[in-house]
């Protein structure tokens, strides 16, 4: 049940095989172990990806896709799993990483006016940089473990069941 409700969300391997992103890992992408789709390519994708999504740098894809090369995870599910932090969600998720931040470092909040510029973006290191960095750090740990852990148990509940209903 896990594996098939996984396999109807999955991106077609052509052509994650083929965005121009990825192009950089050339023949590490024909591993067959990459498009497999276990328990423990699950848990480790998700794991994957969900860490990157929360981790604030350009091309969160190509990180993602790089560590599922490396462990030998399912790579599409790694890939797509980083854009749960997209245009729509980054600005909630990166504001929630900040007052993470602001609580682990024990920081008071400073309020900020976001400026599409670089002086602001220099600025801003210093200043609210350190908390939503250790923010973003904390989140994407937590989010890594809770998707790790919450793929392992969903799986073996999904075949568990499925040995029930064989046996009825």
Avoid at 84 to 95: S, V
Avoid at 136 to 144: E, H, M, P, R
Wanted: one cysteine or more; a positive charge.
């Amino acid at each position: 049940m896990a594996k098939k409700t996984i396999q109807r969300f999955l991106p077609d391997p052509n052509k994650i095989r083929h965005h121009k992103s990825l192009r950089v890992f050339g023949r590490l992408l024909h591993d067959a172990n990459l498009w497999h789709l276990n328990r423990r390519s699950a848990r480790g994708a998700f794991a994957i990806g969900l860490f990157f999504a929360f981790i604030p740098v350009p091309f969160q894809m190509v990180l993602a896709a790089a560590a599922a090369i490396i462990l030998r995870v399912n790579l599409p599910i790694s890939v797509a799993l980083v854009w749960i932090t997209n245009p729509l969600t980054m600005p909630p998720i990166f504001y929630a990483s900040y007052l993470v931040g602001t609580l682990v470092l024990n920081q008071p909040e400073q309020h900020f006016a976001f400026e599409a510029s670089w002086a602001w973006f220099i600025e801003s290191l210093s200043t609210i940089g350190p908390a939503f960095l250790v923010g973003s750090l904390v989140c994407a740990s937590i989010a890594s473990i809770i998707g790790y852990f919450g793929i392992d148990f969903i799986w073996r509940r999904s075949v568990r069941r499925a040995w029930l209903m064989r046996n009825n």
